[in-house]
């Protein structure tokens, strides 16, 4: 049977709103690996109530208006404040990654490295006094030139661990496809290489690739995102060149090595070949989490075809398209077994999002979710399919979901976190969308303060800055705090596109914006922490 037919006869979509107000609505129950479609819009989140001290955003939830733009953006915040921030030594950063750890002499720590424009490398900042943040190392190794969405730390095995960054494909940058594992438990704020390696190969066979390329048998893997199992034993990449898994194992961090590799199984099939755009196929790799036990993997299916009709998702039952998450069975890895393999079990996919970017798996009160963050919307990052999305009523941006896993083979939405400058009633009350192309009011990274029995959750976004929500009833999501940076003199708002990272034992919170570098923001007014938050080690991602 043919993809197109498999599809049409296997994907399920929810297409009224009157569904959701009595709660979403996924469908599943065939043994397929096509995911099974859910669509449709939720109220907007409840507004943090800010201080008086707050400059408070002027207008719609999570939105920079005209007119703030053009008189020089001078930031919103509200129930947070800066402590301190330390730039970079590098230049301008297009985006950057960030990761927090705690080493064993009790030091505190950041990384950041992205898309850097000039020197590139990787940051290493000192935060033990969170007031007066230093530069303390540039890591240039070969991942760490640009590690781009998958620098992890293992603060129980002190590791800081990437692959190398990459957008486009291995045949433009050769030689780049680096892997680096560091010691960051020893003296955090000068990390030690253990293992760079710029050949690790996987077998290309049965991997469904561009059809006017060619890959070689045994290919280099790539990076692009990535993470850590909760013991630190294994790293898997997010290869978004190859559409690929691959598992690799830490358990020797001087000599990591290539365990298996997962592709989607019904991934396909590719928008039409336009030389400007990317090739991507639908149901693409991008980011994932794994379970605390290490026998589920919960990966991205990534779509993203602005040539569709008004450049916006589609929202017929019958067109291809996979955007969501995988759960993939990883036990074999985990034991390590003698060829080991990955197998599918379920997929979801969303008809309200694009660009699908990563996931946590949490524990709320006891009961089993999956947190999926998406970096487009059914507008898919351009203004005309923005402009579509608004029309048809769906979020054109980015959102958060919540998924239900009480049965992983049926995962069902509960919930999304929609801003008000996400809701499509309300882009006729701003201008600026029309002219700003790529990311804008979309979400990108998130984090909680304990996957394990999760309170809280802090985003990173584009240019809705870094927003903290309290997620103890995940039918009735609640925004407690936000901070957006000024702009830098001259520019528009950059993009605050990395790791937002809760730490309760200094009651801050530390990330990373392009305009700010790293800093440390301190919550006021009493907000957080939350009853029963906690930040255990190792339990944020």
Known sequence: MSFFNRLARQLCLATTFSAVAAGLVACGGNDSSQPAQTSAQSDTVAKATCGNDDRAETGLQGQIPMAERAAGFKGFNCNLKVVSAGTSSRGEALWEQFALVHDKSGHTCGYAGGAFLSNPGTTVMDLTNPAAIVETAVLKTAAMLNPGEGLRVHEGRGLLVTAFYNKTTPWEEPGAPGFDVYDVGTDCRHPQVLASSTNIRFSTAGIEQDPTKNWPAQDLTYGHEGAISADGLTYYIGDTVHGAYHAIDISDPTAPKLISTFQNPSIGPRPADNPTLPRSPLGGAHGLSVSDDGNRGYMVLLSWDPTTPGGMVPQAADAPWQNGYMTVDTSEIQARKPNA???????????????????????????????????????????????????????????????????ETHPSRVNKIVLEANDPKNCGAMPEIASIEGFVYDVHMCSVDNRDDATTLACGYFQSGVRVYDIRDPAHIKEIAYFNPPALAGKQPGQCAAYPILDIKTGLLFSRCSDTGIFALKFTNNVWPLRGSSTPVDKQL
Do not use: W
């Not at 008809?351 to 898919?380: L, Y």
């Not at 005309?384 to 896993?405: E, H």
């Open 341 to 407: 393999r990955m197998r599918f079990i379920s997929a979801v996919s969303t008809r309200d999002a694009s660009a699908a970017q990563t996931s946590i798996p949490v524990k709320i009160n006891g009961h089993r979710f999956q947190i999926a963050m998406n970096e487009g919307g059914a507008g898919q990052l351009s203004t005309g399919g923005v402009k579509s999305a608004c029309s048809a009523g769906v979020t054109p941006y980015g959102t958060v979901q919540f998924f239900d896993m009480s049965d």
